[in-house]
């Protein structure tokens, strides 16, 4: 979904409207240094010195350049090993738990149907 805010001490948020994305991001910025922002859960606390304001995320355009920068950076910091790189996007520090998600997405990959 474009408009996702995700905190880790509530559900995520689904605004329907670009201008109702921008008013809740505003409240969680008062009280969370730590949002995933949009379909590519870019992260605030580790990621939002790569745009201006978090609320350019809520931009498509900038979410999706946003996170695939992230995504090149983390992929290109693990050479020859493709799970523990895409895991980087999900977590840097912890290399069991990326591991299993780039081996996750992996798997939903190579499960896609021809044509992808």
Same mark, same amino acid.
């Given at each position: ?43 605030? %606390?580790?990621? *939002?010195? =790569? !745009?201006? @304001?978090?609320?350019?995320? $809520? ?39 990326? %591991?299993?998600? *780039?081996? =996750? !997405?992996? @798997?939903?990959?190579?499960? $896609?149907?021809?044509?992808?």
């Amino acid at each position: 979904h474009p408009y996702t805010l995700r905190v880790a001490d509530q559900p995520g948020f689904y605004a329907s409207t670009l201008e109702e994305a921008h008013e809740h991001l505003s409240t969680l910025l008062e009280s969370h240094r730590s949002i995933d922002i949009c379909l590519m859960q870019v992260n605030t %606390r580790w990621n *939002g010195h =790569r !745009v201006n @304001s978090p609320h350019d995320l $809520l931009d498509i355009k900038t979410c999706i350049f946003t996170g695939a920068e992230i995504l090149r950076e983390a992929i290109d910091s693990a050479p020859g090993d493709l799970a523990l790189g895409i895991g980087r996007y999900y977590n840097w520090n912890d290399e069991a738990a990326a %591991r299993n998600y *780039g081996n =996750r !997405v992996l @798997s939903f990959y190579q499960n $896609l149907p021809l044509g992808w």
